[in-house]
């Protein structure tokens, strides 16, 4: 889209089909022409957009940014691997009343929908865009995206992932089945090794196990050398290329949830009852069976 808008996304991330990734490229809104539109979601024109699902007529059709429909737990993409189209009909009512704290301070229309930080009884909301452009924290896995305001993005920087402070025993939520939560005991902690590759997209995963280096043989004792050039079998099925950084340490823990099934969960997988993200979903079935303290701070 460089002749028109300029914006520059990464294949996968804009759902790109195969095959289409082509010098005269454009984005959806230069082939549609509609320059003017703006993200349903935080009201801002730019950027990486794509139709979103509103039932509105064609006449009304209306954009969002993919960003802003990864974040917001209530989005969804009709197909996924293609990113379109996004489905916003299912955000509730109460998230279109939140106010951005930075629209609200500087005057502008607090229009769309916003976020909430994921610190400890902290209820402060922004847009999407928003906190981005406030160099907030924003902290990714495959299962939630967690947002913190100014205060606790510090705070969060100063005292590292909370999970460290996990132990046998505790009560967590943790990953129970596709992208949903449940509750469960800590039975067990072991320290497994990962890996830290930069992929030829610019993309950094701190998660990659040894398992998953298909040309280089590999395993808990023996790594790849710095910088040595690795392919990746990645959790699509497909394999992509990139740079060994180095290996590390981090707990995986083994955890058993209330219907008395048990599985290890990665650290990125499991929260203390405090910090749970407001982005998470729980399974329904085990809902109100969850820790009393809980609720009151969801």
């Not at 990125?268 to 009151?296: C, Q």
Request: net charge positive; charged share 25%.
């Amino acid at each position: 889209a460089l002749p028109i808008c300029g914006i520059c996304v990464h294949k996968e991330c804009y759902g790109l089909p195969d095959g289409e990734f082509l010098s005269s490229w454009q984005c959806n809104r230069c082939k549609e022409k509609n320059w003017e539109k703006v993200c349903v979601l935080c009201n801002l024109r730019g950027g990486a957009l794509k139709q979103a699902d509103t039932s509105q007529p064609p006449n009304s059709l209306r954009w969002a940014h993919i960003a802003c429909a990864v974040a917001i737990p209530e989005v969804s993409f009709g197909n996924y691997k293609l990113r379109e189209p996004i489905q916003v009909k299912a955000i509730q009512k109460d998230r279109w009343t939140l106010r951005c704290r930075y629209c609200t301070a500087s005057g502008r229309p607090c229009r769309g929908t916003c976020v909430q930080c994921s610190g400890p009884r902290c209820f402060a909301s922004f847009h999407v865009t928003c906190a981005y452009r406030a160099g907030l924290l924003i902290r990714l896995s495959d299962t939630v995206v967690q947002f913190f305001c100014a205060k606790h993005s510090q705070d969060d920087l100063e005292q590292g992932v909370n999970r460290s402070k996990i132990r046998v025993g505790a009560i967590v939520a943790a990953k129970y089945s596709g992208a949903e939560f449940a509750w469960a005991n800590v039975i067990g902690i072991n320290f497994v090794v990962y890996y830290v590759v930069l992929f030829d997209d610019g993309s950094i995963s701190h998660n990659v196990r040894p398992s998953d280096v298909k040309n280089v043989q590999c395993d808990a004792q023996k790594s790849p050398q710095e910088s040595q050039r690795v392919e990746i079998l990645w959790s699509d099925g497909e394999t992509y290329w990139g740079k060994f950084l180095r290996a590390t340490q981090q707990p995986e823990y083994k955890v058993k949830f209330l219907d008395g099934q048990t599985t290890a969960v990665e650290c990125d997988e499991i929260f203390e009852t405090g910090r749970v993200p407001r982005s998470a979903k729980f399974l329904k079935a085990v809902w109100n069976a969850m820790p009393p303290d809980s609720a009151a701070e969801r």
